[in-house]
């Protein structure tokens, strides 16, 4: 498996940009996709971002686009979340998550800890 550490959260006004980073550690980084998910207080889990394991194809979920943006250094292991124009309803905490490379659809089986975003109005 592949160790997932998340950083860049924190409090933010509405309109407001913030840029996550999750660094890791093991296996080959090029060896997976990688995802980005939140989970808003008192709701589910939700997808937010996927990149493919080259950063070739991205994905991403309706509320997010044209505001989020996903990429990754494989020379730096590390995947970012660029998020711009935040809205209150992005408070979440962000996790970033890993799936072996041609798993699909893609199996997240690596979670980072979660990093904390706020967004004030």
């Known amino acids: 498996q592949v160790q997932l550490v998340e950083s860049g959260g924190g409090l933010v006004q509405a309109g407001g940009s913030l840029r996550l980073s999750c660094a890791a550690s093991g296996r080959t980084f090029s060896r997976y996709a990688m995802g980005w998910f939140r989970r808003a207080p008192g709701k589910e889990r939700e997808f937010v971002a996927h990149i493919s394991w080259n950063g070739g194809s991205t994905y991403y979920a309706d509320s997010v686009k044209g505001r989020f943006t996903i990429s990754r250094d494989n020379a730096k292991n590390t995947v970012y979340l660029q998020m711009n124009f935040l809205k209150p309803e992005d408070t979440a905490v962000y996790y970033c998550?890993?799936?072996?490379?041609?798993?699909?659809?893609?199996?997240?089986?690596?979670w980072g800890q979660g990093t904390q975003v706020t967004v004030s109005s």
């Open positions: 998550a890993a799936a072996p490379r041609g798993s699909a659809p893609p199996n997240f089986g690596s």
